[in-house]
Each structure stands twice: as C-alpha cells, then as structure tokens.
C-alpha cells in the first residue's frame, strides 16, 4: 500500500538529537537547555566553472543614490545619471573623474531620461518621471489617472557644468500609472524620440492594454518632439505604422510589451534592441519591429499567458531570445556593444538581470541567435546600461551606485570547492546516521506536499549567532502575511526516505537530500534581498553518503517496492519513477513569489516537536528559547496562526482541504507564483477571496457541461478536482509526484461535496445534471452482475464528466473487486486523452501511457520499429493535426510540404529530427515572411508568388492574401517555421514510431 501522505522524522533520528544540545531536568521548553552556534559551514559559492568575465569599477571614485539611467553627451565629453529619486548629475568622461555636478531634480522617481541629438546647441533633456501628486506611495490600477506618468522637456541654462532651469518644464506626453510604468527613453538615428510604455498594471494586464491599439500603454511610441501637430506638443511621423488603423493611437510603433526595462539603438546597424520583464516565468529579448506585436498578455514569450484574449491585427512576433525564472527574474535591456577593449564581444548585446545579478551576451544573425553565453554572475543589481563616447558598455549598480564594466576574470575559484558530497557539506556530524552538526536544528511542520508517498526529515542550520527576522520579509502578494527573513548563509535541509517494503520501517532507504543555501543580496526587502539556492544530493547505494547531482535535466530512477498486501500487483511489486530535479527544477516551486521557502514560517512550524528524551515542546517557543529571533515575539505564541493538518480529523474538513491546498498547490497559485490562473491557494485568504467558487476556468474546461473551478456541492463538475484525480497533460500538481494521492483527493472531493451550491447551481450539480449519470453510478455502488456494471460503466464513459463519477466510484471499490478491474481496464482504454487519463492512476506504472514529454530522446524512438498502418491513422488524426497543413497522396491540406514522397528524401533519423526541430533548416519554399505595407499593414504567410502587380502570401489558416507591389514596403523572411516545435511532446514512444514508419513508407 502507498505509505501516509504526512512525513515522519524517525525515532531511530530523534535518539541521534542527542548531545547536540545540553537537556537539563527541569520541564518545559526549559529542558531544551543551550543551542551551540553552527560554525562548520561548507557551503559556498556556486558549483558551476566561473564564467569568462567578472566587473571591474568604471568611473571609480564616483557612487550615486540608487542610479536608474546613463547617458553620454559625446559633444560635452560628459556623462549623465539620473538618480531614482529625481535628481540628475553630469561628470567628466574620465576615468579618474572625482567630482559630478549637479543638473536638476525634478523631485519625483525617475524612469528615464534622454537629452536631444541637438542638445549642444538647444540644451534640451528630456525626463519620464511620476507626477508629484502621486509621489510617495503604490497606486493601484484603478487609481490611474491620465497624467499619473509624464515625459517632460527641460532646458539647459549654463553649459559648464550643464544645469537645468526646472521653471523651463514643458509637458511633452502623459499616461497613466500602475506599476508598469516603463519609461525609457532614446533618440533614434531617425530623430524621432521613441517612449517604452509598461501596461500600467501590477499582475496579468489588469487593464487588459497589451493587444489593444486604442490606447497607449504596452507598447513603445515614436514621436516628432520637433515638430508639434495641432493640440499636442508633439508630431506624429508620417511612416508610423498604424496611422490607417481605425481608432489606434498614432504614436504607437510597436506593441504587446508587457513592461521593457531599457532599450537602446545599436550605434553601428540602427536597430532597436529591448528587454521585457515577464510576469509569471519568462523574461524576454527583442529586436523591435516597425508596427511589431510582441504578445503580451496573450503570450509571455514564446509561450501562451490569455490565449483567449483578443488579439491585435498583426502577426505575434516571437522574441529573439528568452530566460526562465531560474535563470533570472528581472531582465535589464542593455547594449550591442561597439567598443574596442573587448574585440570578442564585438557586435554581440549585452543584457543582464537584477535580481541574479547575471549578465549574458548573444549574438544575431538576422534569423537566430547564432551564440549565447553567460559573461558574469554577480551579487550587484544591475538596473541599466550605458555607453560611453567610444562605444564602452558600463552597467550600473542600482543599490551600491557606482558603474562596472567587464572585464578577464581573474584565475580563482574553479567551482571545485564546492561540497560534491554530502559528508562535505557540514551539515552532518555523521551522514551515514544522519546526526546533524552541532546546532543544526531538526524541525517538523504542519502540511507537507504530497510526494509519492515518501517520508521526509527537515534540518534548519543557521550559521553562527545569527539571527531570524520574525515577519520581516514580505511577500509580493500584499494579501499574502509575512514570513520569516533568515540571515545569509543559512541552510535548510530535507531528506527523502522511500520504504523499500511498504510498511516495514526497516527497509526504509534514502533517495536524496535537498539543501536550500541563502545568499543576502544587496538592497531591501522592497527589492527582493533574500536569494536561495537548490541542491540536490543523491545517496548511494551502500547508504553512507550521498553525491551533488550535477545533471541540468535532473535525473530519473525507477524504483521496486514490495508491496504485497496491494492484491492489484500479481507479484506482489510496484514501480515507481521517481525524478532527480535539478537546480533548476527547485525554482519551480521554491519560486521568487513564494520567497523560496515553503516551510520556514509560522504556519508551517506553529506546532509541537518531539526533540528527543520526552522534551516535546512549541518549535517557536524553542527558537525563542535559544535565542534565535531579532526581536521579541508578539505574544501569545499559542495564537499564532497555524496551518491545518491535513490528516488532523479532529479538525474540520475546510480547514484541513485549505491545509492540503495550501502546501500542495499555494507556491504556484498566488500573485506572480508562475500558476498561470486568476486565483490564489493560500491558506490566510478567506474561501471567497481566493477566485475559486463558482468561477469558469480560464485554461481549460476539459469537457466538463458548466465547469466550474470549485461547483459547491459538485465535484464532477469541478475542474480543481479532476485536475487533482487525473494523470497526464493537465494533471496538478504538475511536478514532485507520478502518484495520485488517494487520501488528498478524498479530503477534497468531501470538501467540495459539502458546499452549499447557490440556488442556481441547485439544478446543475452532478447527481442532477444527468439522470442517466446518477443511475449509472447506483448500479456500481450496489452489488450488480459484471454486465450490468459495464454498461453503467459505458454510459458513464460518454462523458468526461461520467468518467470522473465512475472514476471516484471505482476509488471507493474494494481492490480485489473484479468488477473494478475489468472497469478500470474499460477506461483506461478508452480513445479520448481527457477520460483515459482518468483511470490511469488505478494500473501498475508499466501499464500507463508513457508520453514523450518536452524533453524528448530521439534514440527512444528510433530504437522502436514503428507500425506503418497506425502511424497513418495518427496521421490522418486530428490530435496532433498532421493533415492540416500537409497533403499525402491527396488527402489534407497543402500548406507545408506535400509529403507523398517524403520517405525517399529522408531516413528516420532525418525525418524526427525535421520534427524534432522544424525551423532548424526551412525549405525556402515554405519559408514564412512578413510583409510591410506602406499603410502600415503587416501580414504573414508562405510566399506563393512574388511579381510586378503583386505579392500573394498563404496564412497558417490557410487563406491567400494578395497585397500590390507598389503597396510593399518591406518583404522579410521569418527565422521560425509553421510547424510548432513540440509536436510529438504528447504522444508515446511507441506512437512517435509509428508515425515515422508511415511517413518513411511514402516513397
């Protein structure tokens, strides 16, 4: 039988407890008697090789407050940098400079700042920066005025130094205020001042702005601050791209910009370089497009956001390059650098990131990014970029106020000191027996997240005398309450232990032991200081020690347990695949959002511990004891909140479904968690708060008639819990776990079954939606012949929302009920992907669907002989929609290539790899281009004929458009094909296989 979903610190651990600290006879916490500071810390640095460059100060003897912006003045030979909070200062262009003067303050934040190609002769500068009237504190979107964000023009009134007149404002371009705010301004090579607009919004384009041309934020504008149109103190060029489109915004040159934190123009090519700051998971790069749509908010790069949002009227481009949130979270737009002292760099842009403090570089071809390497990995919060007279690239550091530029690194750490074992670590005073060091502090906690069953052991080591802030670090999500700060270099620990033989403590082994490692980071808490970093250490066989896992992909295991009182395994053995997650993997659920630590609060940690010789004692009150808070604690301890124990029946079944949720699901689910939905699982919010009841859902319905997130009263029509009951695409959670956890779906199915469902939702629960439906399931509940259950069962299977009514209904059957196995078997054959995945979670792990995934092996399915007359049926099918835009022997639609004859241009190597990675060689003949009209007008499609009337392209619709030539202003080629990338990512092996026999068969 799969073990209970809490974790158990073992007794064989809690007798190793002591000696770690000095128990003296009195009761109570008292007994806890002293904690040992924690002094053997081996944990360090990175493991990674350093990479090439490290920073080096520029401009040495010069420090500035919080410094946002860097601009040179060639003419002047002076350099520029505006201050965070309005003032702006000019310096000499030397690097010994000592002295700056200052220039102006406009007593506000500023976003930007620009000074005129002209400036030598007409000293004007321009700045982006908050009005005053709402200096000083958060304003929420729905407080956004017209004027909230404002880019004004000052002018010079001495040159030496240069000093502005701030009486000499004059408003240039105004728009509203909500935390996106961009701001950057550049001059282009054109003359033109381009502005990058934010959505003026906080989360997920609250102001629904980013496809919409109607208005202005999103996007980045072009405009003549030259020539003054009537009613407006600036001009419109007259090749801005939309000026034809009814009711868009005039100044608008490219959009679908969810917040681009600087841009800039490559002095050598022209071209307009940005970075855009993600939401939930991507941060992006782009080379930015006359009339370019870049996706937001229905795409966050290159992968889908508000898929069902209106779109604007051109084409979404793809940006060039992007990054994951564990990689970076704040991308910081930089230059392509033209400088001489780096040759090597020469031609490549540069970009950072400001929470990692990582900078990269990549190069462009036009169609691809042709190289990209990290340059440097800092601790500095590089908040932009500048470029100096000849081309130099300098980044500034927000928090510490000076400027760096790259530099060799020196010979140094090879990221071998690193600990490459755990015994290395200093965690343990012996590994093998798992006694941790003197200090290190065992801890339990309130609700684990589900993992398969497994039993995990959790360790707290902070260095030293240091001390935790209690409630000092504050979540993104207001809504969210505090948590714990820790102090730098403290380590958290969890060992994950599997009983080889389920229910025979004895052969418990452990799999792995994962450290969490906190690096401070400069700045406050506004600006994320706490960074944490994840390891995983895998134990070997002989259990003695346990090895850094160093695979980017992580690793997979496939685990035997003996299970023999389960009477659904013939011998008695179950197979478990148990993952491995790299470093990057952690950040999925240790994400920036969550503040990285899912178990160090008081929720968490409010709650008894047993630590050893009878001592059982409040986990707070034995920090407290051993002095390892900053401040005093608000009393009383005892009414801290708390978060509910799953399995405590004691407690209600809302409490404990809000417990589950919240360690399950809330990482994900809250405001920026990465949970790409509008509603929140964390536990403090009130049930109404967190968009769950009654609420339609935004990423699918999966089939359910009047699918709700949570219909009260109804789990079948509840989206949240099929999700849970299912395996598959769709399943949550989507990573820790292959299992389906039979008791958190139980708590769940029971919470949601006791809500009271409105009085119009009465009608439509599902014991009442379909008669047929509660009939069917009375038939199961109560003894019935074999063939009256599989025809209750067939009626069931019609409809996802009778799969999961017969899915929940065979839960509840004893395992040794033939009936449920010849149903389970029913519907675990079944052809719809939504009701398969249903049954699944009731076969042996070797009788599931085995999909690909996105990280596929090609030798995995080239090693299969493939069937030739399914992999026509998979062809022709609709699920991965092959003949939709290909044609074999007549049949389907020829939009790529015919593939009649494929198998003779081609082996099956050749033909995956085509699939695998379709853009990576493009048949000219169906290469996607993008054409520019002079009105303005962008399409894309193949190109069928190019001649002297006219251009006529084929839409991935497959709709011709005919554009006359004298109407094309640009006509380009795309870098990406038609064909999406992750075609085979849900099919099988053994599909894949068979689809390449067919296609090799068409000679």
């Known amino acids: 039988m799969v073990p209970s979903m809490r974790s158990l610190v073992t007794a064989t651990v809690l007798s190793l407890l002591v000696g770690l600290f000095t128990f003296t006879p009195t009761q109570g916490d008292k007994r806890l008697g002293k904690r040992p500071p924690w002094t053997t810390s081996r944990i360090q640095g990175t493991p990674d090789p350093p ?15 919080e410094p946002l912006v860097l601009v040179n003045h060639q003419q002047s030979g002076r350099m520029f940098v505006a201050e965070r909070f ?96 961009g701001g950057c301004l550049k001059f282009g090579p054109d003359g033109y001042l381009y502005i990058a607009l934010g959505d003026a919004s906080d989360i997920a384009d609250m102001r629904d702005t980013g496809q919409d041309l109607t208005d202005l934020p999103a996007s980045i504008l072009r405009i003549d601050v030259d020539h003054a149109d009537p009613g407006r103190n600036y001009g419109i060029p007259e090749d801005n791209p939309f000026l034809d489109q009814p009711g868009a915004r005039p100044e608008i040159w490219a959009y679908g910009l969810r917040q681009v934190w600087r841009m800039s123009f490559d002095r050598e090519t022209g071209e307009l370089w940005a970075g855009e700051v993600g939401q939930d998971l991507w941060e992006s ?94 601790t500095r919060r590089f908040a932009t970029f500048g470029e ?29 000191e690193f600990p490459r074992q755990l015994s290395q670590t200093g965690i343990f005073s012996s590994v093998s027996q798992l006694t941790p060091a003197a200090g290190v502090i065992p801890f339990s906690i309130n609700a684990g997240a589900w993992s398969d069953g497994v039993e995990k052991q959790w360790l707290l080591a902070i260095p030293g005398d240091e001390k935790i ?19 730098d270099g403290t380590v958290l620990v969890e060992t994950i232990s599997m009983e080889m033989v389920a229910g025979d403590p004895a052969s418990r082994r452990h799999l792995e032991t994962r450290i969490l490692h906190h690096q401070h980071l400069p700045g406050s808490e506004q600006m994320g200081d706490q960074y944490w970093m994840g390891y995983t ?50 950040t999925l659920c240790h994400n920036m959002s969550a503040r990285y630590i899912l178990s160090g609060n008081t929720l968490q940690l409010n709650r008894d511990h047993d630590y050893g010789q009878g001592v059982i004692v409040n986990q707070i009150r034995a920090l407290k004891h051993w002095n390892l808070f900053s401040e005093p604690l608000p009393p009383p301890i005892d009414q801290l909140p708390r978060l509910a124990n799953p399995e405590d029946e004691s407690l209600s079944v809302d409490a404990r479904a809000r417990g589950y949720l919240h360690a399950n699901c809330a990482f994900c689910h809250r405001r920026w968690g990465g949970g790409n939905a509008d509603f929140k699982l964390v536990y403090s919010l009130d049930l109404p708060e967190t968009g769950l009841v009654d609420v339609r859902p935004t990423q699918g319905t999966f089939h359910l008639p009047g699918a709700r997130l949570i219909a009260p009263g109804d789990p079948y029509r509840s989206v949240l819990f099929y999700r849970l009951a299912k395996l598959g695409n769709g399943r949550m959670p989507r990573a820790g776990s292959q299992i389906t956890d039979a008791r958190g779906l139980k708590l769940v199915h029971d919470w949601i079954l006791k809500m009271s469902p409105a009085d119009d939702q009465a009608t439509r629960s599902g014991k009442n939606f379909d008669p047929k439906i509660h009939a069917a399931q009375n038939i199961l509940k109560n003894p019935s012949s074999l063939a009256d259950s599989r025809t209750a069962a067939g009626q069931l299977l019609e409809s996802t929302l009778g799969a999961l009514a017969l899915s929940w209904t065979l839960e509840n059957m004893a395992p040794d009920d033939q009936r449920r196995q010849e149903l389970v078997l029913l519907g675990a054959q079944h052809s719809v992907p939504d009701i398969r995945d249903l049954f699944e979670r009731f076969l042996p792990a070797e009788q599931r669907t085995q999909r690909l995934g996105e990280v596929i092996d090609p030798q995995k399915i080239l090693s299969l002989e493939g069937n030739t007359a399914r992999g026509r049926e998979l062809f022709l099918a609709a699920g991965i929609q092959c003949r939709s835009c290909h044609r074999v022997h007549g049949t389907g639609i020829e939009l790529g290539p015919d593939l009649s004859q494929i198998g003779k241009q081609y082996d099956r190597v050749q033909l995956l790899e085509t699939i695998l990675d379709p853009s990576k060689k493009i048949d000219p003949k ?76 068409l000679k």
């Not at 200096?135 to 030496?160: A, M, N, W």
């Not at 690239?393 to 090879?414: P, Q, W």
């Not at 094309?968 to 849900?986: G, H, V």
């Open 469 to 487: 802030e209690f409630d000092g670090m504050k979540y993104p999500d207001p809504e969210v309450p505090p948590g714990w700060k820790f102090p």
């Open 926 to 1001: 169906y290469m996607a281009f993008v054409a520019t009209t002079t009105a303005g007008k962008i399409y894309t499609g193949l190109l069928v004929e190019r001649n002297q009337e006219a251009v006529i392209l084929k839409t991935p619709r497959n709709e011709t458009i005919r554009v006359a030539t004298d109407e094309i202003e640009d006509l380009k080629p795309q870098e990406k094909s038609f064909m999406p990338d992750q075609a085979l990512r849900d099919l099988t092996a053994r599909d894949a296989a068979d689809l390449l026999a067919y296609l090799s068969s």
């Open 537 to 586: 250490y895998i134990w070997n066989e002989q259990q003695t020690d346990a090895v850094l896992l160093e695979e980017p992909q992580g690793l997979d295991e496939t685990l035997t347990i003996h299970d023999p009182q389960d009477p659904s395994l013939p011998d008695g053995k179950r197979t478990l695949k148990w993952h491995y997650p790299s470093r990057a993997e952690c």
């Open 86 to 181: 309005g003032k702006i200062h000019s310096f000499s262009e030397q690097q010994d400079v000592s002295t700056s003067d200052f220039c102006l303050d406009v007593d506000s934040t500023i976003f930007g700042f620009a000074l005129h190609p002209d400036f030598e002769h007409n000293g004007y500068l321009y700045v982006t920066y908050l009005t005053p009237s709402i200096k000083g504190r958060y304003i929420l979107p729905e407080e956004c005025s017209p004027d909230g964000t404002r880019v004004s023009r000052f002018q010079v009134v001495s040159h030496d130094p240069p000093r502005c007149d701030p009486d000499s404002e004059h408003v240039i371009i105004q728009w509203p205020t909500g935390g996106h705010n």
């Open 285 to 378: 790069v782009h080379r930015i497009q006359r009339g370019g749509n870049y996706g937001w908010s229905v795409m966050e790069g290159l992968h889908a956001f508000r898929p069902e949002r209106k779109r604007g009227p051109t084409p979404i481009l793809p940006p060039v390059h992007e990054y994951s949130h564990t990689e970076g979270r704040s991308i910081t737009g930089g230059y392509v650098y033209r400088g001489s002292r780096l040759k090597e760099l020469v031609g490549a842009y540069l970009f950072a990131d400001y929470d990692s403090g990582r900078v990269w570089g990549l190069r462009y071809d036009g169609n691809e990014v042709v190289w990209h390497d990290l340059l440097c990995d800092t």
């Open 388 to 416: 100096g007279s000849d081309g130099e690239v300098y980044l500034v550091d927000h928090i510490g106020g000076g400027f760096y530029r790259l530099v060799a690194a020196e010979e140094g750490s090879s990221g071998e």
């Open 51 to 65: 990479p090439p460059y490290q920073t080096a100060r520029a401009f040495a003897n010069l420090t500035f407050d």
